[in-house]
């Protein structure tokens, strides 16, 4: 995960947040890796090898990717509308950043809570994860797909509530009540 804040001239805090492709794809194999070898049928036989998203799924991995960034971005679009498409907040000069590689670009108000962007970044990785799990495991076994589904669900509010978090009280103008 590559996280950026840049604070611009008109009061806004840019968080920029980008998931890499070949790292997610690292984190789900080895995921689903350890919930593999505890997988047994009823003759005992090991289904190490049906349960484990590896690189030999990249094609479905790529589609579960691209799902989990569509079911995000229902969370995030209302911190992305008035952002425009271009990637000048962007710095890539620490690590490289593919065209496969998902990236988001969040203008937050001035009084956004810096403290909270590294926990941000670390929950939209867990959701991406639990996410693309229970893509996986929801045609194999769909009692422990429903668990990751949970876990996605909850880290997806958890995030909006993290975007939501400010510096100072937030005061509107004209409210009496």
Known sequence: MI????????DRVIL??????????????????????RMRDKE??????????DEGYETKFRSYFYSAQGELSQYLSAYTKDMPVS?????????????????VILP?????????SQSIGLK??????????????STKDAG??????????KLAEEIKNLLNRRSE?????????
């Open 108 to 116: 937050m108000p001035a009084t956004f809570n810096e403290s909270v």
């Open 44 to 53: 005992g036989t090991s289904l190490f090898e049906e349960f484990v998203l």
């Open 144 to 153: 422990r797909a429903e668990i990751y589904l949970t876990l996605s669900r």
């Open 124 to 137: 939209i990785e867990d959701f991406f994860e639990n996410y693309i799990m229970w893509l996986w495991l």
């Open 169 to 177: 009280n937030i005061t509107r103008p004209n409210c009496y009540w």
């Open 87 to 103: 990637s000048s907040y962007l710095d890539t000069s620490a690590a490289s950043v593919s065209s496969e590689d998902w990236k």
């Open 3 to 10: 996280l950026n804040i840049y604070k611009t001239n008109n």
């Open 16 to 37: 920029t947040i980008v998931i890499g492709f070949t790292d997610m794809q690292r984190r789900v194999k080895e995921e689903s890796s350890h919930l593999a070898i």
